[in-house]
């Protein structure tokens, strides 16, 4: 009888259940995509899909309650078919700031934060790089980039420059998923939830050592809840172009200016490698008025009469090229592709949750002939696991591969094209020869350069006791780097002497080098919060932890002259010993910190925040290596005073005032002990090999201190109208500064 109670008890349980099915969407009608739906009352619940719709199966009766960040939260009664509107909440769009090992709302801010809106970004602009893509995404914060080059890592400048150590080096603090990354082209940007930027002190000052010059804090996706599996797809096919290229005028004018300003120089007649100016100028002319405009790549003809000028002659054995080459057409490649491609696979099994994405990304320069390519791979897997419901788990793992490849030619094709005019380049073929710029590009080795970085992470939530959280997570990061190149031979036309084929570089000149490198870096962190609300006016919130790491770093790099077979065999055994030369690196560094923090406010409307670190670091000097970076700031929400609390037209006002300082030891890890080379050494008259002391150590070095203060006042209109007036006031002192020693003879 028991059991048959039991049996029927279940399925009047699976009876009373009911399926809704709605949709979410903005104000305009808009789907929201990603939306939380949840059962009130219960963890049962999931989140719209790409068209705003969602699928529940709930208790008859219950109540819905729907979120989105931005968005005003609503509870709604369960219906079979539902449509939900949510309202933007103008206050709330980017409430929750990610800050120093937690978070923060917005209104209670005290320090310089700002947000990256990742619509505008990440999503909105087809960019592989997330550093370039936030260029103009935050006030102060510059994204420079020098060469143009599609591997070129972008320097990132919060509020300027920061020090005159380091080469003046000022790059912010990367921190991603809690753990510092030196180099963000490894990410995803399609993996990013959100970005934080901390431009003061008082905010940045809870990292200590590495927070000198500001801190950008990097969430990727993570594992949610899910009442289904849930995949995305997304792709985007662009096409780049040069700003701005070589732009010739005829062969004849650039002659003749030439001519001008030579003279006007009092330097004489002009001319290249024996070509004078004077002698070239008529068979310009004329090949102008023979043939018209530009012309593009083909075979070149031999002057055979005044009347048919062809596009070079020899004059006593020196070549004159007069033909008008189309640089522009032959040499750029005016749309250059690039693709990406991304797949993310969410779900929940039981008290699990999985996130899964894969990456690929693929980008060509532009150079028309022999192009670079950049190819970047990612893959991640994150885990979430509710062990209990106070305790909860998880594991991260990404993998990123980027691939660069670039012909490794003898001398900088972009500097010959802009530094020549177009007849000195001349861009056809003679007996099927190529001359020498077109021959060196053709004929380069690939320079390829793969970058393997592996992040294994695994960390834990628990909530101790009500208000009191523990968090930890252990991370170890692994770099292998792998390149390598030759100097090919190159055969062709030479710009001088008779237009015959030969060696413009010799097998003799020929060479190869590869090179290795490993970085492993562990970081963990451990950190306690609390938060408390006394006689529901005065809110408390205090954060303690504690953060080690450490980094080891290992490179080799080995070269040899005169290859057997560049073609066939291009490897280092297969090439001359003579010449032959090997390097190696090895360093490692560590450091370790304590910290704390601590927030408070009444009534939301007075606040204060206090932080300090206590950092240490195995680059400095015994005695010098551990030091206290304190900051403090306040705040007065003037909004929410009685006095301005019903003026409908402003809808925030907020002064802030923040101090701190941080510290910075951009130095190499032994500049403490100095260092040691081996070579010739000046003694007697021939010098002997021996080890020498390259740099003279420092046993006084110690942390290189930045003190800042800053002033803000924030506000915002109710017509959307939004921002903030600043000012800062910055010292360094204790700077770290490279000088150089006059060498002393004993």
């Not at 048959?4 to 699976?14: M, P, Q, V």
């Not at 770093?553 to 070269?559: D, F």
Request: neutral net charge.
């Amino acid at each position: 009888t028991k059991n048959s109670r039991s049996a029927e008890d279940k399925t009047d349980t699976l009876q009373e259940m009911a399926t809704v099915r709605g949709k979410v969407t903005d104000s305009k009608g808009e789907p929201i995509i990603g939306a939380s739906v949840v059962e009130k009352g219960t963890t049962n619940g999931g989140i719209t899909d790409l068209d705003g719709k969602f699928t529940l199966t709930i208790t008859p009766g219950a109540t819905l309650k729907i979120s989105f960040v931005g968005y005003q939260t609503q509870e709604v009664k369960a219906a079979k078919t539902m449509r939900i509107t949510l309202k933007e909440d103008t206050e709330m769009l980017d409430e929750v700031v990610v800050v120093g090992y937690g978070v923060q709302k917005k209104a209670n801010l005290t320090g310089a934060v700002s947000t990256v809106d990742l619509n505008k970004t990440m999503a909105g602009r087809p960019q592989q790089d997330v550093a370039k893509a936030l260029q103009g995404a935050v006030p102060g914060l510059s994204i420079l980039t020098t060469s143009g080059a599609i591997d070129e890592t972008a320097s990132m400048r919060i509020r300027g420059l920061g020090t005159l150590s380091n080469g003046e080096v000022s790059n912010p603090l990367i921190v991603v998923d809690g753990v510092p990354m030196d180099d963000i082209s490894f990410l995803d940007t399609q993996d990013i939830e959100n970005i934080s930027v901390l431009k003061d002190a008082s905010a940045s000052s809870i990292y200590g050592t590495r927070a000198a010059f500001g801190v950008i804090l990097i969430n990727t996706k993570s594992a949610k809840p899910s009442e289904k599996v849930t995949i995305n797809y997304s792709n985007n096919f662009a096409w780049d172009q040069a700003t701005y290229l070589p732009d010739y005028p005829d062969v004849p004018t650039q002659l003749k200016m030439g001519i001008e300003a030579s003279m006007n120089g009092g330097a004489g007649m002009p001319e290249l490698f024996g070509m004078y100016f004077d002698k070239l100028l008529p068979y310009a002319e004329k090949w102008q008025q023979q043939n018209g405009g530009k012309t593009g790549y083909r075979p070149m003809n031999l002057y055979q009469s005044d009347s048919n000028v062809g596009d070079y002659i020899v004059l006593d054995g020196t070549p004159f090229y007069y033909a008008d080459w189309d640089v522009q057409d032959i040499y750029f490649n005016k749309a250059a592709p690039s693709m990406s491609h991304n797949v993310s696979i969410q779900g929940t099994s039981g008290k699990t949750n999985y996130y899964l994405s894969f990456g690929y990304n693929e980008k060509q320069g532009q150079m028309k002939i022999h192009p670079d390519e950049l190819k970047k791979y990612n893959a991640s897997v994150n885990v979430t696991t509710n062990v209990y419901d106070w305790l909860q788990v998880g594991a991260r793992i990404n993998y990123s591969r980027k691939n660069y490849k670039r012909p490794d030619t003898w001398a900088n094709t972009y500097q010959y094209l802009w530094r020549w005019g177009s007849y000195f380049i001349p861009s056809g073929t003679i007996d099927g020869y190529d001359t020498r710029v077109m021959a060196m590009q053709k004929q380069a080795a690939d320079r390829e350069v793969t970058t393997d970085l592996t992040r294994m992470n695994t960390f834990l939530k628990a909530e101790i006791v009500k208000g009191l959280t523990l968090n930890a997570d252990f991370t170890y990061a692994i770099q292998n780097m792998n390149s390598g190149s030759q100097d090919n031979s190159v055969y062709g036309i030479n710009w001088s002497g008779k237009p015959v084929p030969s060696y413009i570089v010799t097998k003799g000149n020929s060479g190869i080098w590869r090179d290795f490198s490993k970085q492993n870096t562990w970081t963990a962190n451990a950190y306690v919060n609390y938060t408390k609300t006394f006689a529901k006016k005065h809110n408390l919130n205090v954060m303690a932890g504690v953060n080690a790491e450490e980094e080891e770093y290992k490179y080799l790099y080995g070269t040899r002259n005169v290859m057997y077979d560049q073609e066939g065999y291009p490897e280092l055994n297969m090439a001359g010993k003579d010449g032959q030369d090997l390097s190696w690196n090895h360093t490692s560094r560590a450091s370790a910190g304590y910290f704390g923090r601590i927030n408070y406010d009444y009534k939301g409307i007075y606040l204060l925040e206090l932080n300090g670190r206590y950092d240490g670091s195995s680059r400095l000097a015994p005695g010098h290596k551990w030091v206290l970076f304190p900051s403090a700031a306040l705040a007065w929400r003037v909004k929410e005073e009685s006095f301005l609390k019903d003026v409908d037209c402003l809808s925030n006002l907020k002064l802030r005032l923040g101090w701190g300082i941080t510290g910075n030891t951009a130095i190499d890890p032994y500049k403490t002990q100095g260092s040691l080379e081996y070579g010739r050494y000046s003694y007697g008259s021939n010098g002997v090999l021996a080890f020498y002391q390259k740099e003279m150590p420092n046993p006084n070095l110690s942390w290189e201190k930045t003190e800042q203060w800053n002033t803000g006042i924030d506000f915002g209109f109710l017509n959307g109208r939004r921002g903030c007036v600043k000012s800062k006031n910055q010292v360094f002192f204790d700077i770290l500064y490279k000088k150089d020693f006059i060498s002393l003879l004993c």
